[in-house]
């Protein structure tokens, strides 16, 4: 009867995708700021039917970029995204494409919806966690085009929660030092 010798398992763990250094950026766009997102106001829903519940939720209030980062925190109600502005004509028929990974429940990895870029005011387009379902760590890419022209692509790293900036960190602090100015 042969022997077993011990058994020995070798796990391999593959390190997780890179994010790219740098954000692209065409001619004709420019970039403003890219990170954590604060509203104020009550949110609405807007129909997109290229996304996994068929609506985005907009703010009814102001809407800024609070925290310039690419490494944000999954937690309901987070909004991070990009702000932009076109520096030489208006692109009011563009499209913002959201790509993730996987959804555990629907397998849902690419979402997108209408947006326009124009040159007298910048244009905020972000992603908010609604549904647990959705916050799914890994790398979280925002891609703008319009008529098959590539505008801009920002990668963003979705860690658990505690391990990259939150948003009731951020938007908590800007909301105080806001009514610390104006009493």
């Known amino acids: 009867m042969a022997r077993l010798g011990p058994l020995v398992v070798t796990v391999c763990l593959a390190p997780a995708p890179a994010m ?11 970039i403003l700021d890219y990170g954590i997102i604060c509203s104020e106001g009550d949110v609405r829903r807007e129909a997109a039917p290229e996304t996994d519940l068929g609506y985005v939720t907009r703010p009814t209030g102001d809407v800024s970029v609070a925290a310039t980062t690419r490494y944000v925190a999954a937690e309901p109600g987070l ?9 030489h004509a208006g692109l009011d028929d563009a499209t913002m494409t959201v790509r993730h990974p996987p959804f555990p429940d629907t397998g849902t990895d690419e979402q997108s919806w209408e947006t326009g870029f124009f040159t007298d005011e910048p244009t ?60």
Do not use: K
Not at 22 to 28: I, K, L, R, Y
Not at 140 to 166: C, K, M, Q, Y
């Open 79 to 87: 909004m991070f995204g990009v702000e932009a502005i076109a520096r």
């Open 124 to 183: 905020i387009n972000y992603y908010r966690f609604d549904l647990p379902t959705e916050m799914v760590p890994g790398i979280w890419t925002f891609i703008a085009h319009a008529n098959d022209t590539l505008l801009f692509s920002v990668e963003f790293r979705l860690r658990g929660p505690g391990l990259a900036p939150g948003y009731g960190e951020v938007c908590a602090t800007l909301a105080a030092a806001v009514h610390a100015e104006h009493g």
């Open 20 to 30: 790219a250094d740098q954000p692209f950026v065409a001619d004709g766009i420019e």
